[in-house]
């Protein structure tokens, strides 16, 4: 019941309403009540809307959905407007992204995207309850001293890290700390969540012990300081699930009806998902309960096997092996890492970041009644960077791995769940089947490409372009997608990286890089970054907005050599060979940098596919004079099938059987041009578009032509 009134009439309501504004004069302007602290800093700042009502063709709907936003421009938006405000934002409203892959859950509403060119944007209506349940928070962390009466160092290793592990604001995190910190799998520590809500209700448990508190008046006190502690630290979904745990155990026990950790978490999630049905389909929820009944279950029987002295080390170092065992398998199968520094480096990054919530509790109260924090604040730094160190630490020791298989990771969260609670005969042997379950998932190799032949997939990666080519154990990544905004170089990382992932793609011969254009050099930085890649390619063009200048950093931070690909370049492998037919060449009037792009045939067991980047027109009327174009099975179509690419002459030239063309849905460019599609139907060439199909794989084999796409509902 809760389901259809909190979600399915809401998404017809605003499904409606959408429909209707694409259907008419856009004016895309939102009401409704932000739901989260900014985070990022300018020019990208991003934050969430709990959307109330859409302008429509000058008249106000109802718009209940969850709308993401993201605003550009050097002003931040939290001046304007913070958490809890009731707010009218205007922009370019459109549905979200397809998600980079299938694991994540299929959902029951649709998901909106607000893009914002500037905060000037935002406007203010008005305070709600949330805002002034915020205003603790908000006044504390506008007693932080600005950055920049401190110094550089001051930002980065104290007023960040203290907005973020005391007040759950991350728009201040170095974002190469922030880095490190997810590398290292131990991003958690860094920001509210529910592990920080522990180890406060940890920190007054000890305070009350040594002041000889106990009894009622011991949980009371305890409840108290749990809920304000949620409370100034934002109150985000991780921490306010850890709250609901410890709170509704500590009131059982006040009620003088004591409860286990078990039925805690099952009472919690009652309330939990009663409040807040969307909850259900969150990957914190599963993560926080997986933690809880790990530490339930698991913490006594490993401590029984450690020394007895002292106690309070062993106690953590079981706490911290019973939640790794729980969460470990999730976090391989939702973000393909292995965290094998983690489990050697939580034990003493835990215990650190309770010194530190302590010592920041102390610093934020300094700021905030006015005295001086010069000593504390330095030793909080300290502590701060001490805790990056761990963090890259195990960064060095993490392993991204393919996609194992969802039956797998079930079979081995089953195995744990057996040797935790099962018959005490069953207990060991299912202990060594989910360790030798979970080890097997960590080392086995993804699928590998054709052994004949070779595939050709367009990733679908938006508003770009991004082609994966694969044959036996090889893999190339012809561009790597990426949005406009070339600040935005995460993108790689949370939309290209799972799809190669998900392929069982864990290494690179090669990444191309056709020009350097952010929707398709971008998201080859961060790919860069994660993935050992053999080389580096760039084409012999000119240079645009320092691309190749960052790609080139890139890649030497991870040892990666760079080579520029001219003309009549060919790259041979044992059966197979990449030949570079255009790269670079004069400076045209117009379109230079489209027209500079690297254009290249890949061939293999005599089946060829031919890769244009964005080269228009004029490099098509070149190649075809040169008589550089000859016969392919496969046209990557250039610039997204924009009317300036993709004549006549050069299908004419090339016959190609199929075609593929990446763009964005409901881009702003008009791409797919009708008259391409025009051109490309005269010649009878079928071609299948990643805003319509998705991720399209196509494999040439000597005897037949595969194709395969994900679809879009």
């Given at each position: ?6 979600i ?19 004016a895309d302007?939102?009401?409704g009540?932000l739901?989260?602290f ?10 969430r ?7 429509v063709?000058?008249q106000?709907?109802?718009?209940p ?8 421009g ?7 407007a ?15 992204e397809?998600?980079?892959s ?16 500037s ?16 205003a ?21 290793n ?11 604001r991350?728009?201040?995190l170095?974002?190469?700390?922030v ?20 180890l ?9 012990s040594v ?6 008046r ?13 409370l100034?630290g934002g ?14 155990f ?6 003088e009806?004591?409860?286990g ?5 099952g ?5 939990l998902?009663?409040?807040?049905p ?11 309960f ?38 470990a398998p999730?976090?391989l ?5 292995v ?16 010194v ?26 300290l ?7 761990l ?36 207990r ?18 993804g699928?590998?490409?054709?052994g004949?032949?070779f595939?050709v ?16 154990r ?5 561009d790597?997608?990426?949005p406009?905004d070339?600040?935005?170089?995460d ?29 398709h050099a ?70 230079t ?31 075809a004079?040169?008589?550089?174009l000859?016969r ?32 964005g ?19 009878g ?16 084999l ?12």
């Amino acid at each position: 019941m809760e389901g259809r009134i909190a979600i399915a009439r809401h998404e017809e309501v605003a499904r409606a309403a959408f429909v209707a504004l694409a259907a008419g004069e856009r004016a895309d302007r939102v009401e409704g009540v932000l739901t989260d602290f900014w985070s990022d800093s300018p020019p990208r700042a991003r934050g969430r809307l709990r959307a109330e009502r859409l302008m429509v063709a000058g008249q106000w709907r109802p718009f209940p959905t969850e709308v993401f936003l993201f605003v550009s421009g050097s002003g931040a938006p939290e001046a304007t407007a913070d958490r809890g405000d009731r707010v009218q934002i205007a922009g370019h409203l459109r549905r979200e992204e397809v998600p980079a892959s299938d694991r994540d859950v299929s959902l029951p509403w649709t998901r909106y995207r607000l893009s914002v060119k500037s905060s000037l944007h935002v406007r203010r209506l008005g305070a709600t309850a949330l805002s002034r349940l915020s205003a603790p928070n908000r006044w504390l962390y506008g007693r932080l001293p600005p950055p920049a009466s401190r110094g550089s160092g001051f930002e980065r290793n104290v007023r960040g890290p203290l907005s973020a592990l005391l007040l759950g604001r991350t728009s201040q995190l170095d974002r190469g700390m922030v880095a490190r910190y997810r590398r290292g799998g131990l991003y958690h520590l860094l920001v509210v969540s529910g592990l920080h809500v522990g180890l406060a209700a940890g920190i007054v448990l000890g305070v009350l012990s040594v002041a000889r508190v106990g009894g009622k008046r011991r949980d009371a006190i305890l409840l108290v300081s749990v809920f304000f502690f949620v409370l100034i630290g934002g109150a985000n979904a991780p921490a306010v699930r850890a709250g609901i745990v410890v709170a509704v155990f500590l009131a059982a026990r006040l009620l003088e009806r004591p409860i286990g950790t078990g039925q805690a978490a099952g009472l919690s999630a009652f309330a939990l998902f009663a409040a807040d049905p969307k909850q259900i389909y969150s990957l914190g929820t599963v993560l926080t309960f997986a933690a809880v009944a790990g530490i339930g279950l698991l913490t006594e029987p490993a401590r029984r096997r450690l020394p007895a002295r002292p106690d309070p080390i062993f106690s953590a170092l079981a706490t911290t092996f019973a939640a790794q065992c729980a969460t470990a398998p999730v976090i391989l199968w939702r973000f393909n890492l292995v965290s094998a520094g983690a489990w050697l480096t939580s034990p003493l990054a835990i215990p650190l970041s309770a010194v530190l919530i302590a010592l920041g509790g102390a610093v934020l109260l300094l700021f905030a009644i006015g005295l001086p924090a010069t000593s504390l604040a330095s030793l909080f730094g300290l502590g701060s960077r001490a805790l990056e160190v761990l963090a890259d630490r195990a960064s060095g020791m993490a392993l991204l791995r393919p996609t194992p298989p969802l039956a797998a990771v079930l079979a081995v969260g089953g195995a744990t769940l057996l040797a935790a609670a099962g018959p005490r005969r069953l207990r060991a042997p299912a202990a060594a089947l989910a360790a030798a379950a979970f080890l097997a998932l960590a080392i086995r190799p993804g699928p590998a490409g054709p052994g004949r032949g070779f595939s050709v997939e367009a990733l679908d990666v938006g508003q770009g372009d991004s082609i994966l080519l694969r044959w036996e154990r090889h893999a190339i990544l012809v561009d790597g997608g990426g949005p406009f905004d070339v600040e935005a170089a995460d993108f790689g990382r949370t939309r290209l990286l799972p799809k190669l992932l998900d392929r069982g793609v864990t290494r690179l011969d090669g990444v191309l890089a056709t020009h350097p254009h952010p929707d398709h050099a971008l998201g080859l930085i961060a790919i860069l970054d994660e993935l050992p890649v053999r080389t580096l390619w760039l084409s012999a063009g000119k240079d645009e907005n320092d691309l190749f200048a960052r790609l080139r950093s890139a890649a030497g931070a991870a040892s990666v050599p760079v080579s520029v690909l001219r003309q009549g370049t060919s790259i041979a492998w044992r059966d197979a060979k990449l030949t570079v037919i255009h790269s670079g060449g004069r400076v045209r009037k117009t379109d230079t940098i489209n027209n500079q792009s690297v254009v290249a045939v890949f061939e293999r067991a005599g089946r060829r596919a031919l890769l244009t980047g964005d080269a228009g027109a004029p490099t098509e009327r070149d190649l075809a004079a040169g008589g550089r174009l000859g016969r392919a099975d496969l046209l990557k179509v250039g610039h997204h099938g924009s009317r300036t690419s993709t004549t006549p002459l050069l299908l004419a030239a090339v016959r190609p059987r199929l075609a593929l063309l990446s763009c964005g849905r409901e881009n702003r460019f008009g791409h797919p041009a009708q008259l391409t599609l025009e051109t490309l139907a005269a010649f009878g060439v079928p071609t299948f578009r990643t805003d319509r199909l998705s991720d399209v794989r196509v494999e040439l084999l000597p005897s037949a032509t595969r194709l395969s796409w994900r679809g879009l509902e």
